[in-house]
T-cell receptor, first 113, second 115 residues
Framework: EPEVTQTPSHQVTQMGQEVILRCVPISNHLYFYWYRQILGQKVEFLVSFYNNEISEKSEIFDDQFSVERPDGSNFTLKIRSTKLEDSAMYFC???????????FGSGTRLTVV | AQSVTQLGSHVSVSEGALVLLRCNYSSSVPPYLFWYVQYPNQGLQLLLKYTSAATLVKGINGFEAEFKKSETSFHLTKPSAHMSDAAEFFCYVSDRYNQGGKLIFGQGTELSVKP
């Protein structure tokens, strides 16, 4: 069964550093997403991406964040100048369109120290 | 606009007992409803989904959920809990016209199973 692959599974970074979280969506999917789950809190939508541009973003997704599909297979989330409160599990997801075939990756746990 | 409320951030049951995890939704349009599970150190896995074909939806690992429009609920049940069911469970809602948009999650319910 096709999977969404996220790397790394766990990343530790120093406050103020930049991190790039990587995702390989399912190959025939057209919509890509990032979600975040701070420990003990709900899963929150960050951004959706379609046709090489952001289609929707939440208020969390400020100038500190950016997304890119650099090579037609990878989908990345960049966090510039990380803060302690960015520590969370970050989930990538992809969909061919609509919500019935959403597929989530296993997540990257980001720890900012 | 849609939203979900999961009642109880933590539920503890004994092995063999009934599991009941509550989810109430709010939606101004006919919804799709989903339950996802996150086992320890793993990603989000779809348990089951309601898309209007049948109000009682059966999912993986013996779980099922019933869509009750009159109560705006989509509670998750399992007749007999196993130790391996310990996980975090998320309910979410989306409208049917959501071609490429976000999913709205509840706050999650952590299920513990006691021997």
């Amino acid at each position: 069964e096709p999977e969404v692959t996220q790397t790394p599974s766990h990343q530790v970074t120093q406050m103020g550093q930049e991190v790039i979280l990587r995702c390989v969506p399912i190959s025939n999917h057209l919509y890509f997403y990032w979600y975040r789950q701070i420990l003990g809190q709900k899963v929150e939508f960050l951004v959706s991406f379609y046709n090489n541009e952001i289609s929707e973003k939440s208020e969390i997704f400020d100038d500190q964040f950016s997304v890119e599909r650099p090579d037609g297979s990878n989908f990345t989330l960049k966090i510039r100048s990380t803060k302690l409160e960015d520590s969370a599990m970050y989930f990538c997801a992809s969909s061919p369109g609509g919500v019935l075939s959403y597929t989530f990756g296993s997540g990257t746990r980001l720890t900012v120290v | 606009a849609q939203s979900v409320t999961q009642l109880g951030s933590h539920v503890s049951v004994s092995e063999g007992a009934l599991v009941l995890l509550r989810c109430n939704y709010s939606s101004s349009v006919p919804p799709y409803l989903f339950w996802y599970v996150q086992y320890p150190n793993q990603g989000l896995q779809l348990l089951l989904k309601y898309t209007s074909a049948a109000t009682l939806v059966k999912g993986i690992n013996g779980f099922e959920a019933e869509f009750k429009k009159s109560e705006t609920s989509f509670h998750l049940t399992k007749p007999s809990a196993h130790m391996s069911d310990a996980a975090e469970f998320f309910c979410y809602v989306s409208d049917r016209y959501n071609q490429g948009g976000k999913l709205i999650f509840g706050q999650g319910t952590e299920l513990s199973v006691k021997p």
